[in-house]
């Protein structure tokens, strides 16, 4: 049993580092993006769903932010409902491409 829990906790720290290692390429998150400019493209970044409310501008942002949030949206870490659906949908790789691509913005 002991065996088998050393086994599942390195399985786990593996693939947590393989996330972690994910190089982003902002190149690549030109098409992944067009899901991100309905909310936070819109001038004075506010949306209307699930209410009114301000949507934080992704450009210049740091690319390590970028990843920790859209992770922890994943996670269900944090609880805003069209976010935790847009990052379940999103592979790791995905995730470092799109906060490499908004990291290159000023």
Do not use: W
Request: hydrophobic residues 40%; aromatic residues 8%.
């Amino acid at each position: 049993m002991k065996k088998i829990f050393a086994l599942l906790v390195l399985a786990s720290v593996a693939q947590v580092s393989a996330a972690a290692d994910a190089q982003g390429d902002a190149s690549a998150a030109k098409n992944k993006v067009a899901m991100c400019i309905g909310c936070h493209g819109i001038p004075g970044y506010k949306a209307t769903y699930p209410e009114v409310y301000r949507v934080p501008m992704l450009g210049g942002q740091s690319e390590k932010y970028i990843v920790s949030a859209l992770n922890a949206y994943k996670k269900g870490e944090r609880s805003h409902p069209s976010m935790v659906g847009i990052a379940k949908g999103l592979s790791d790789q995905d995730i470092a491409d799109v906060a490499a691509y908004y990291a290159q913005q000023k």
